[in-house]
């Protein structure tokens, strides 16, 4: 294990999941190790069955394995209760889904607030925030709108924006351009693109290849393995105020 675990927004070791499906014993994923530093840019990809969902899971705090440890920063989150993970998944890691996974009845700026709200910090400055966040993704005019009002594009935009009101260790997105067209993939794709040399992480899952391939850098899956780990471009610079704040 890496001593100093605080340089990377998350660190696989060892990590099993097993499942027991009709009395027998399915392993998702047969011990992987993986390291995502801080700043990187990662798309994991593999075939249906590859694992991929399962470690979506497990680098989202959803579910836990059977064998190994995932750190966060410095803290073992292998080790936390329901409860302890429920936060760490509202403060620490910034959710993009294929489905944008949006409120109907709530306005693009209540949208973007959703996160503060379960964290009980809503106030006038979160407010003027998330007003900011939805600027920095081209939505300054559109801030009352609702999602029905949107198009898909635009609802995409809006989940980024959420997903990164926490200032949070790492972006997750899953599949973030599948329900988009090819013009408004490469918009969402040029926004992942300033958000990472901006000193954001990304960590994102895709059968995309074309998708794959604006990353930094390409984890392959095959069998619950690792196949192979390629390095497309080099970490950009972070700036300090990307750092991850220290667990209480």
Known sequence: MTADTTQYAALLSGVTR?????????????????????GDFVAIMGASGSGKS???NLLGCLDRPTAGKIFLGDDDVTRLDDRALSEIRGSRIGFVFQSYNLIQQLTVIENIEVPLFYQKNVSARSRRRCVELAKMVGLGDRLDHRPTQ?????????????????D??????????????????LEILDLLDRLNKEGRTIILVT??????????????????????????????PIPDKTAPPSAA
């Not at 499906?21 to 530093?37: C, I, N, Q, S, Y």
């Not at 949107?150 to 926490?166: E, H, K, M, P």
């Not at 972006?171 to 408004?184: K, M, R």
């Open 18 to 38: 097993e499942y027991v499906l009709k009395g027998e014993t399915v392993r998702a994923l047969r011990g992987v190790d993986l390291e995502v530093p801080r």
């Open 150 to 166: 949107l198009s898909g594009g635009q609802q995409q935009r809006v989940a980024i924006a959420r997903s990164l009101v926490n």
């Open 168 to 185: 949070p260790y790492f972006i997750l997105a899953d599949e973030p351009t599948g329900n988009l067209d090819s013009v408004t993939t």
């Open 207 to 236: 059968h995309e290849d074309e998708v794959g391939a604006r990353s930094r850098r390409i984890v392959r899956l095959r069998d619950g393995l690792i196949e192979s780990d390629q390095r497309l471009a080099e970490i950009p």
């Open 54 to 56: 399962t470690l979506l």
